[in-house]
């Protein structure tokens, strides 16, 4: 996982691994999630802070298996009542 990582800085100890732009583009990658939990897991275990990224929650390809593995889960909505309705939805699913 770490040899395609991006590095943010010269130092190489911030890095990114890109995921998908687009719900559809997780299908293929569902089978992965576990394996990811455990990549996730592993590096934690060395010191590294994790942050994960799973899209829009509630479409049917999301990184359930990250959601559940996850220390500390953070929903980021838009200020607009269709964005908050939207979030207190899925929150009602992640809960579950």
């Not at 995921?19 to 010191?47: C, F, H, K, N, S």
Request: proline content about 2%; hydrophobic content about 50%.
């Amino acid at each position: 996982v770490l040899g395609h990582a991006i590095a943010l800085d010269p130092t190489e100890t911030r890095l990114v691994l890109t995921g998908v732009g687009e719900a559809t583009q997780a299908r293929p990658l569902a089978a992965m999630w576990a394996g990811m939990v455990e990549v996730t897991r592993d590096l934690g275990a060395g010191g590294a802070d994790v942050v994960v990224d799973v899209g829009r929650l509630g479409h049917r390809w999301e990184a359930t298996a990250l959601i559940q593995a996850a220390d500390v889960v953070a929903v980021v909505t838009r200020s607009c009542l269709a964005g908050v309705t939207a979030a207190r939805a899925a929150l009602r699913t992640v809960r579950e």
